[in-house]
């Protein structure tokens, strides 16, 4: 469940809810900058726009392609991990697929794919953004 609350002015126990998505989400990131905040769950992943003038977020119009199923690119099993290089300029996801892939955000287009032997949990960029590290099951 994707759930957004506004903590700015309320405690913590009466915090206002904002937006509630109800979706099995495996792993949520924003980027470095704030302005996107991206979404993992069952063979999908979403990247929604968040804009500071506005409380609920959209789905991003670049990214509506790997939400349908029939993407030649996209995972074909439950993605677990998701995120954004330091600059923005692409994405990395990685899953139950045993792929790991690396999205170009100005064309919406899988640029580097790896397959490993088994399922991949978790992945991770390097601070020096060079380095990509992946795990999971054998």
């Known amino acids: 469940t994707l ?23 495996n792993s949520l990131e924003f980027s470095s900058d704030g302005l996107y905040l991206a979404a993992c769950s069952v063979k999908s992943f979403k990247i929604y726009e968040t804009d500071s003038e506005r409380q609920v977020p959209r789905v991003s119009r670049i990214f509506r392609l790997f939400i349908v199923d029939s993407n030649s690119e996209a995972h074909k099993a439950t993605v ?23 999205w170009d955000m ?33």
Not at 7 to 15: F, Y
Not at 113 to 127: A, D
């Open 80 to 102: 677990n991990r998701i995120g954004f290089n330091k600059e923005g300029k692409w994405i990395y996801t990685a899953g139950d697929d045993k792929q790991c892939k690396i």
């Open 3 to 25: 759930e957004i609350a506004n903590t700015s002015s309320v405690s913590p126990q009466t915090k206002e809810m904002v937006y509630k998505f109800i979706l099995a989400i």
């Open 106 to 138: 100005r064309t919406s287009v899988c640029t580097y794919n790896v397959e490993s032997r088994g399922t991949i949990n978790s992945c991770m960029l390097h601070p020096n953004q060079v380095i990509f590290l992946s795990g999971g099951n054998l």
